[in-house]
């Protein structure tokens, strides 16, 4: 790190070379092609040279931006107090280790990386300007890359395209053909959580900091209701949290932690209503937040019709249960206890489980945290199957091993405490980034659930008491770089697809979200695919002791990050805004996961076989109760209340020419029933069955 | 010697000398030719030229095959249903079984949920002892789950000569059992050194997915394989292997019904797992398209569960891993319904008694399927039908083999006579087959069992009550030399650590997590021990001896493999 500082610091002499001809340098040739978003081509041919050379030559005479021409002599101080009030500029000295030191201008930024000092970024820090210009950036969606500028005002994107017009006045970034991608999304953050009696030591500020300077935009966080209690309070409280102090978009997953015909009454208000499209369920956390096999049929049916997202805790908890008993009584009471209880056959039989109700249920499945390869495994052949299934690796698992639950350091192995836990084979990592490469796994989060060590340290007796969860997402987008396309194992398309595209479209905040086009939110990362630094505590953004990428060497990181429309990364400064992130709704049926589901519900109906009635002699017998008890409790299925006994008045025999209807097929019904009709396909339409009697 | 020749001469004799000359011996390893003179129902010479008393009857095989009389693994004969009892009882059946060449039976006692495993077992006892005409044993199946079946399991092994018991992940609320109890029966089970055997379906999504068929209306036997889909077993079966690994207890999966339930056997015995599966006669003959018949008595008696699969390639894909080996044993679950007792289902689907025919068709139905279309030879007939069944439960080689000191339990098979199948001709006391019309290659054409002769010229000579109880030990080799080393390289050890000595969080007294056990019936081998940690005392135990035995908590002992053994930890920091 200190030779490249040097370096940096030798570098530094040339830039006022770059200065003195800033629209000379030489460029990378631009592709004349950007799709929808080129203008017309041609078309401002003739201004945009006067429009180049005017901003390029005004911007030594505009007022306020002069501190860029003036740079050399600007002292620091004066630079920071001249900053837009709402900045913050409390996290001045930037501590990632790439990081710049603290007496630099603002005006220029030049990269640190092996390209040397040939990247030049201009900063005309405008007081208040939300119109940003970023120029001669190599524009990375999921489906293509394309050099284009990008003009942004008022937090959206307004045009793209070459020698765009623009207002004077704005701030101009040079990317110097950097690549600018869509702002990471991280699908899966705990911030702020509670947990008997304490709080995650990164809250809604310090998290969504931590994930701004990895160059992640957007969060969507958990909302864990104690069992029990209303879903609908705990998501107004976990509102309240975020929209206090939240630095970037944010969004809310709540978990069903206990299930009954109240709790349904809010899911179907969180979902129409408050902007919520997934639920979690758990399979593990036995007498906590488990639910039954039944439960989680009655809720996957449920979801399924209302167009939300079934997102599982993938782990059998009643093994777990008794593993873990047995593990204390065999005198295992560290952070080894924790794997060791929870083997990742476990993990891997959850997900076959889920998908098994799923598929059932016609509903479509997330399976969150996927630690394990076994666990993969059933994700891929489920989908090679056809299931509508997704899975999200974690930063922990694509990054880091469990061997580090054997470490003799008891605050370090309880650091890697998560459920499901990391798995102590250590190829499992690179397994994972394959999958992900693949597309067989679909999207990334970080379960960023940070806990101190004395919070870990309740534990320190019995592994069980271990609160639960690791760091990761400020690391997310450099570790995927690192190890998925710094191998070879994924393109720059692929990696915005799996940071933030497909999660885009899960949440269906596509295009808003997860794409750079005319229109989409300004959330944007300029980013550097050769800076390396290493992961260390001592210079992340996270307020944990330990990190669990410690040490790790990672390359690729944002070299600036724009939320909102406004600068919050730049030169290694973070400069974010407690409560200026809003909380984003996300409407249900996604089209990404319910496409499909739709189509299907057309087919799977389901009909009898019209038969005389069987009039021979019948059997007597005790009227025990066997095979179909109705339900799980009182609470019936959501569809009808309808007895399991046939009303031989009443046929609820639907035809397959009315997809219209969803669930609840008994709207046309017939005094009796339709001759001829045969079941044309079992549920799933898997099987062939034809006219058979 | 007596001058016999062609055995239609022979006047049916009660004695039990029996020399079979010119057979060509078929074992599960390898066919000879040789004479086999049996005594007082047990081999007692094999060879050639054997010199034998005077005055024993002699069969000439005239170079047709002899094979170790097939051993049906699964039966339900006189099964109490919600006050009917199946239509096959002991006698029927078993009289059934010994005419498709099957010369022993392994029923199952299930005994109603909340009474005694002992109890249900001697009423099983009791009955077939005075009806069962060919050799019996018998498994238990666990209907219920607490402190006092353990003890009763126990008794079973050690006592009553059980080795395996069958738990239910379907019907729901009224066999079925949790995931934590079937960990704990598991754990049981694998301590007594006996089989786990499962009945695989996720009974919760049953539960659900029959009442969304009743409220569509449909209430036929449609309804039965549409609440049952595939998937279901799979998963069950996925899952009980998963405990099955956990607890490493070997894992028996009774009638493989489907391709994907199939797949995941083969898939977890790829990966080492210790499991068994068992596809029956009805899965490997015929397939679930029939329950869409017009004729409801028809498509009712088709309905068990699992259901047969309604995709129709599904027998020829059990047979063929039946034949390389992925499925190792057939049994048949023959468990009959009159018309009459299926009837009591006739408006809701679910209460359609289960349980289709196939003891009398197992062996010509497996031979017609695997040894005819040359997916298996005649040796791994005799595995499939007979030897690895005796094997699993520790019957061999007193039975499932030829050799001498074994049971004269033979059958001289003839792989060209055809025969088709038909409710008209079999010897059954049901209605319906649910193999009608099939034609099957292959047939016994003697049984000799315990040292009789039971079919010959196609009359059947059986004697009621003439069965007897086989008794079977515990730690069947062919099954728990596996189990044993792994249980040996199983061993946890915990880290040694400084106690940690830093700030500790202030908690709320909400546990978080877990009560450690289902109930208060804990785990079997040791008695429950507080999870709390003994500073005093420690749990660690090293193989072998070591040098700081007496001293708790070393340094430098380090796990040395996770359950399983698969990952590969080294020394880390």
Not at chain 1, 141 to 163: P, R, T
Not at chain 2, 89 to 112: C, K, N, S, W
């Amino acid at each position: 790190m200190a030779d490249r500082r040097r370096d940096w610091w030798d570098k530094e002499d040339d830039l006022p070379v770059y200065l003195a001809r800033p629209g000379t340098t030489d460029q990378v040739p631009r592709q004349k092609f950007g799709g929808m978003f080129c203008s017309v081509e041609g078309a401002y041919e003739s201004k945009t040279i006067d429009f180049d050379a005017l901003s390029v030559g005004q911007r030594s005479s505009r007022g306020a931006g002069q501190r860029a021409a003036a740079r050399g002599s600007a002292s620091p101080e004066g630079g920071e107090r001249e900053r837009e009030p709402e900045r913050e500029p409390e996290r001045e000295p930037p501590r990632e280790a790439a990081g710049q030191p603290g007496d630099r201008g603002v005006g220029i930024i030049s990269s640190t990386g092996g390209a040397g000092g040939k990247e030049l970024l201009q900063n005309l820090d405008d007081l208040g300007s939300d119109r940003l210009l970023i120029k001669g950036g190599r524009i990375v969606n999921d489906d293509q890359s394309f050099y284009a500028d990008i003009y942004m005002e008022d937090g959206l994107i307004k045009q793209i395209g070459d020698n765009l017009i623009v207002p004077g006045g704005v701030k101009i970034i040079e990317a110097n053909g950097k690549m600018v991608i869509p702002g990471g999304i991280d699908i899966h953050t705990h911030f702020q959580m509670p947990y008997r009696g304490t709080t995650t030591v990164d809250d809604f500020s310090q998290g969504t900091k931590a994930a701004l300077a990895g160059g992640t935009t957007m969060i969507v966080d958990h909302v864990i209701p104690d069992p029990g209690s209303s879903l609908i309070e705990a998501f107004d409280r976990w509102r309240e949290w975020a929209d206090e102090k939240a630095c970037c978009d944010y969004s809310l997953h709540v978990d069903i932690t206990h299930w009954n015909d109240s709790v349904k009454q809010e899911v179907e208000s969180l979902l129409k209503e408050k902007g919520v499209n997934s639920f979690q369920v758990y399979m593990a956390y036995k007498d906590l937040y488990q639910m039954s096999n039944s439960e989680l049929y009655e809720i996957f049916t449920f979801l399924g019709e209302m167009g939300g997202i079934v997102q599982v805790h993938a782990e059998n908890g009643e093994i777990i249960a008794e593993e873990q008993a047995r593990m204390l009584q065999m005198g295992i009471t560290g952070p080894e206890g924790h794997v060791l209880s929870r083997p990742e056959e476990l993990e891997a039989e959850a997900v076959f489980r889920a998908i098994t109700i799923a598929s059932q249920t016609n509903c479509p499945l997330y399976v969150t945290k996927v630690m394990s390869k076994s666990a993969a495994d059933i994700i891929s052949q489920a989908r090679k199957k056809g299931n509508v299934v997704f899975g999200e690796p974690i930063t922990a698992s694509l990054g880091t091993d469990g061997t580090h639950y054997w470490s003799k350091n008891w605050a370090k192995a309880a650091s890697f405490v998560t459920s499901p836990p990391l798995s102590p084979d250590p190829t499992t990592p690179d397994y994972l980034n394959t999958l992900l490469a693949s597309g067989d796994l679909t999207l990334t989060g970080s379960a960023h659930c940070a806990f101190s060590v004395a919070q870990k340290a309740i534990g320190k007796d019995d592994f069980t008491q271990i609160p639960e969860g690791v760091n990761g997402v400020e690391e997310r987008m450099s570790l995927i770089w690192d190890k998925a396309v710094v191998t070879g194992k994924m393109d720059e398309n692929t990696f915005v697809a799996v940071t933030s595209t497909n999660a885009a479209k899960l949440l269906n905040l596509y295009p808003r979200k997860g794409r750079i086009a005319v229109g989409s939110d300004s959330d944007l990362v300029i980013w550097d695919s050769d800076a390396i630094r290493t992961v260390t505590a001592k210079t992340h953004h996270s307020a944990a002791e330990y990190n669990v990428f410690e040490g790790m060497e990672l390359r690729g990181a944002p070299l600036v990050v724009i939320c909102q429309g406004k600068i919050v990364l730049e030169d290694g400064k973070l400069q974010a805004t407690a409560g200026s992130g809003r909380f984003i709704p996300c409407s249900p049926f996604p089209d990404f996961a319910y496409k499909r589901i739709k189509a299907r519900k057309q087919l799977a109906v389901l009909r009898a076989v019209p038969r005389g009635m069987y009039d021979g002699p019948v059997s007597d017998f005790s009227p025990m109760s066997r095979g179909g008890t109705p339900s799980a409790s009182a609470r019936t299925s959501p569809t009808k209340q309808t007895p399991p006994v046939r009303n031989l008045h009443q046929s609820g025999f639907s035809l397959a020419g009315n997809p219209a209807q969803r669930g609840a097929p008994s709207t046309e019904e017939t005094p009796i029933r339709p001759a001829g009709r045969r079941i044309v396909v079992p549920p799933g339409g898997r099987s062939n069955i034809t006219s058979l009697s | 010697m007596s001058g016999f020749q062609g055995k239609k001469n022979i006047p049916r004799i009660t004695s039990d000398r029996l020399l079979i000359k010119g057979g060509k011996i078929v074992n599960d390893d390898q066919s000879f030719l040789a004479d086999i003179y049996m005594e007082d129902g047990v081999i007692k010479q094999i060879g050639e030229n054997l010199i034998v008393p005077g005055g024993v009857k002699t069969i000439d095989a005239h170079g047709r095959m002899l094979i170790p009389g097939g051993i049906d693994v699964h039966t339900r004969f006189q099964m109490p249903d919600r006050g009917m009892t199946a239509a096959d009882d002991f006698y029927q059946g078993t009289r059934a079984a010994l005419a498709g060449g099957t010369t022993m039976i392994i029923d199952h006692v299930v005994p109603e949920p909340g009474s005694s495993l002992v109890a249900a077992f001697e009423q099983w006892r009791s009955w077939a002892d005075s009806k069962s005409c060919c050799d019996y044993s018998l498994h238990v199946d666990i209907t219920d789950w607490h402190k006092g079946v353990q003890e009763e399991m126990e008794t079973l092994v050690k006592d009553h000569g059980v080795n395996s018991f069958l738990v239910y992940l379907a019907f729901k609320d009224v066999f079925q059992l949790t995931d934590s109890q079937i960990y704990e029966a598991f754990s049981v089970i694998r301590d007594l050194g006996a089989i786990a055997q499962v009945h695989a379906e996720n009974g919760d999504i049953v539960a659900e997915e029959q009442r969304r068929i009743l409220e569509l209306g449909i209430t036929g036997p449609e309804g039965h394989v549409l609440s049952r889909p595939e998937e279901v077993e799979a998963e069950a079966v996925n899952r009980s292997i998963t405990v099955s690994n956990q607890t490493n207890c070997p894992l028996y999966v009774t009638k493989v019904m489907s391709k994907s339930a199939a797949d995941v056997i083969a898939l977890a015995r790829k990966k080492g797992t210790v499991v068994y599966g068992e596809p029956i006669s009805a899965s490997l003959g015929t397939d679930g398209s029939h329950y869409w018949s017009k004729n409801w008595a028809k498509a009712a008696a088709y309905v068990t569960s699992p259901p047969l699969s309604p995709d129709p390639t599904t027998p020829d894909y059990l047979t063929s891993l039946l034949s390389c080996g992925d499925l190792q044993v057939t049994g048949s679950a023959h468990c009959t319904f009159s018309t009459a007792q299926r009837a009591v289902g006739k408006d809701n689907f679910t209460l359609i008694p289960e349980g289709t025919n196939g003891t009398e068709e197992r062996m010509s139905i497996v031979w017609d399927k695997c040894v005819v279309t040359g997916k298996m030879d005649e040796n791994q007939f005799v595995a499939v039908t007979s030897t690895s069944a005796a094997k699993i439960f520790n019957l061999y080689p007193r039975k499932g083999r030829i050799a001498v000191g074994s049971d004269a339990d033979l059958v001289l098979w003839d792989p060209d006579i055809t025969k088709i199948i038909s409710a008209k001709s079999h010897n059954l006391a049901v209605e319906y087959n649910i193999f009608e019309g099939m034609e099957v290659r292959g047939a016994p054409l003697v049984v000799i069992s315990q040292g009789k002769i039971v079919l010959e010229d196609g009359n059947l000579h059986v004697t009621e009550g003439s069965g007897r109880y086989v008794a079977r030990k515990p730690f069947p080799d062919y099954v728990y030399k596996r189990i044993k080393a792994r249980s040996r390289l199983a061993e946890l050890r915990g880290v040694p650590r400084g106690l940690y000595d830093g700030p500790v969080c202030e908690v709320s007294v909400t546990p978080k997590t877990v009560t450690p056990a289902t109930s208060a019936k804990t785990s079997p081998a040791k008695q429950p021990v507080q999870p709390v940690r003994n500073l005093h005392q420690s749990g660690f135990s090293l193989s072998g001896a070591q040098i700081d035995d007496n001293v708790p908590r070393r340094t430098t002992q380090r796990i040395v493999a996770p359950p399983g053994g698969k990952a590969n930890i080294t020394s880390l920091g």
